[in-house]
């Protein structure tokens, strides 16, 4: 005969009346109801922590490789500049350099086979030109000497060494949609346990310095390394929200909409109207702003005319005042236009369209340009990859990120002092249901603004309440 009871959600914290089955033993249900009985706190806090407990337990791991990874994508061009020493500078400088042109006509003419795509310039004189090459569908890199013409080596786009850093820092390595949607799972999921945790932090009673502002070096076991996990987490809190914050708009379904929110920027068409297009210029070009990836592309004017030469197109870059490094990327058909962009120095950033015959500018979008939202992204897009304030930016990220792997390791011994045998080691739940239904809501608020925060809500949820509810193991495991 069946006889009620109930059942909670330990993921999610809920809990639910349903009936129980004969199948259900009698010890097993004596430890759901011994629970209810002994249970834990009633606060928000127990809750709290329960949340930010889980959440831990599952995003903290994939924290610990964004860290190390866009720690050493920060460096790229130190580290770049050391192991590609020999293809990046020239190894004799002369007086002046060769014509655009004619460095290209060299690279075509080593390269017979490969169409050239687009051609980058750099503010240092003592660095080689690099020319993009398509070989064999595969994107290429051609440096050259731009004194002598001497093809001084070549690298694969996917190869670059700190290009496996930006792809596990992306996508994990393993790539495609789905790591790239973990990623900004983790991103949004570290912001929340940042909030949880600064609630959990806060002093309930007199503040104290020792414990809140400065770890209690002294103490030991359990209690040491809970101040080697929040004290630290506090003061870092500002700069790795920062840090997350700024990462996101290159993330898949937030990102996108804060494009949507951010981009509106106006055209400088110097003789039609806004330009229709269904491409985009990061369809087309390289090194775009991110706040222009998405500008539309116009098309060349039509008809029996000759194309301008790479010359002509970078004086007009030199009457445009790009700032340098700059990249000329080429038309792609007859309809297709150059583009020039700028994508280093924030304030500087530019997105320029030309017409390949007759050199009009089509559009012209620059950081002016960008609305008030979009230019501060792009100054944190900046800040994130370490080139805002140069040197000290990167050892500032550097510091972050170290302290966000030293966060992360200092909770899972916290974690495996106080677990016993056999269970996870999960907070005790709290018996208040209201309280704990509260938070859920407040949770999902959070999903509301961070759409895959929402759906991830509700997967556990769902998880929790068809499988691990009511599998008696599962209950007692996750407590």
Partial sequence: MAQKGYFYCP???IEYEIEMGSNVKREDLGHLLRREKEGGSTSFYQVVWRWHFYAGIIFTPFLIILAISGATYLFKPQIESIIYKDKYYVHEQGSSTLSPSEQVKKVKKSYPKSSVTSFTIYHDPKRTTEIGLIQGGKSVSVYINPYNGQIQGTLKEDDRFTEIFKKIHSELWIGGTP????????ACWAAILLATGLYLWFPRKKAAIWGTLLPRLKRTGRTFWRDMHAVPAFW?????????ATGLPWSGVLGEEINQWAVKPKYANSFEEKPDSITYTKEIAKNIPWSNENLPVPVSSKGNYVPLGIDQIEEIAKQQKIKKPYTISFPENAEGVYTLSH????????????????????????????????????VGIAFHEGRLFGLTNQILGLIVCIGIVGI?????????????TGKLGAPARSLDRNKTRIVFFLMLGFGLVMPLVGISILGVFLLDYFVISRWIPLTRWFG
């Avoid at 790591?179 to 983790?186: D, H, M, P, Q």
């Avoid at 909770?411 to 677990?419: D, V």
């Fill in 179 to 186: 790591a790239n949607r973990w990623v900004e799972l983790t």
């Fill in 11 to 13: 993921l999610i914290c």
């Fill in 236 to 244: 870092f809190s500002l700069l790795i929200l920062s840090f997350i």
């Fill in 343 to 378: 994508s280093e120095h924030p304030t500087k950033l530019a997105t320029i369209h030309v017409d390949q015959y007759s050199g009009a500018i089509l559009s012209d979008v620059r950081f002016r340009d960008f609305g008030w939202l979009a230019q501060w992204i792009e």
């Fill in 408 to 420: 992360v390791i200092s909770s899972y011994i916290m974690w495996w002092k106080r677990r016993t």
